[in-house]
C-alpha cells in the first residue's frame, strides 16, 4: 500500500522550530509538502486564496497576532475549512490550554519534547495516523 503524501500547513512564528519540523520530515524519509505561514493571519490569508488547501494543519499555541486558539477558533466558523484535522503543536502542557483547544475542536494536541529523537517519534505517529485517516480522503 503506496503512503499518502500530505500537504501539511505549519502555522509558526519561530524559524527554528520550522526547521525542526522540515528536518524530522526529511529524516523520517516521508515526502510530504510543508506549506508555512507565521501567523494566524497569514494562514487565513492563505487558505482563502489557495485553492489547493491542506490535509492537515500543525499549529503553535503561542503566536503574535492571531494565537493557535484564535486561529482555530475562526477556522471551525468556515464551512469548508472547519473540516481541516488541525493539530496543535506547542511547548504549553497548561491543562487549560489543552482544555480551550478540544472544547473549540482541535484534531490533536502535541506537546513538543526537549529531545529531539522524541519529537521525530511524535510526528511520525501524527503523520502516520492522519495519512491513513478517512477524513483526509473524504476530502
Not at 497548561?94 to 484534531?107: E, K, Q, S
Request: charged share 30%.
Amino acid at each position: 500500500m503506496g503512503k499518502i503524501k500530505l500537504r501539511i500547513l505549519l502555522i509558526e512564528d519561530d524559524t527554528i522550530e520550522v526547521m525542526k519540523l522540515k528536518r524530522a520530515i526529511s529524516k523520517l524519509e516521508m515526502n510530504h509538502e510543508i506549506v508555512e505561514a507565521k501567523n494566524g493571519e497569514e494562514a487565513i490569508k492563505l487558505l482563502i486564496d489557495n485553492k489547493e488547501l491542506p490535509d492537515i494543519i500543525f499549529l503553535d499555541l503561542n503566536m503574535p497576532k492571531i494565537n493557535g486558539l484564535e486561529f482555530l477558533k475562526i477556522l471551525k466558523k468556515d464551512k469548508v475549512l472547519r473540516f481541516l484535522p488541525t493539530i496543535m503543536l506547542t511547548t504549553s502542557s497548561h491543562r487549560n490550554d489543552i482544555l480551550a483547544c478540544y472544547d473549540v475542536g482541535i484534531a490533536g494536541y502535541i506537546i513538543k519534547p526537549l529531545n529531539y529523537d522524541h519529537y521525530v517519534e511524535k510526528i511520525e505517529m501524527a503523520l502516520n495516523y492522519w495519512s491513513m485517516n478517512e477524513l483526509i480522503k473524504a476530502q
